[in-house]
Nanobody
Framework: QVQLVESGGGLVQAGGSLRLSCAASGRTFSRYTMGWFRRAPGKEREFVAAMSGGLGNTYYADSVKGRFTISRDNGKNTVYLQMNSLKPEDTALYYC???????????????????WGQGTQVTVSS
């Protein structure tokens, strides 16, 4: 079992920045693919970014490409999401997720992720 705890959300003005963190339990964190998803009010949860274990391949949703950066510190069992140039449409509950693939992979497919955090709220004011 892997437990995920997100932090770093808050209220920020449009154009500002936030860095989300997700701390994971377990001794094999480096093998897990880590992802960030978000759910905006009245919308379904959507993929934001993901990073594989091993080589650290990354994958971003088009809506955040060039503004958000996913990274990880395997020594701290933590994955980060640096969010710059935030827009009001980025307002959402942000979730951290994880799965352990047989081979290195990174995917935007929500159902592939086995473990989920409780989420951290990000609100961007205009």
């Amino acid at each position: 079992q892997v437990q995920l705890v997100e932090s770093g959300g808050g209220l920020v003005q449009a154009g500002g920045s936030l860095r989300l963190s997700c701390a994971a339990s377990g001794r094999t964190f480096s093998r897990y693919t880590m992802g960030w998803f978000r759910r905006a009010p009245g919308k379904e949860r959507e993929f934001v970014a993901a990073m594989s274990g091993g080589l650290g391949n990354t994958y971003y949703a088009d809506s955040v490409k060039g503004r958000f950066t996913i990274s990880r510190d395997n020594g701290k069992n933590t994955v980060y999401l640096q969010m710059n140039s935030l827009k009001p449409e980025d307002t959402a509950l942000y979730y951290c997720a994880a799965y352990q693939p047989l081979f290195t992979s990174v995917t935007m497919t929500e159902s592939r992720y086995d473990y989920w955090g409780q989420g951290t709220q990000v609100t961007v004011s205009s």
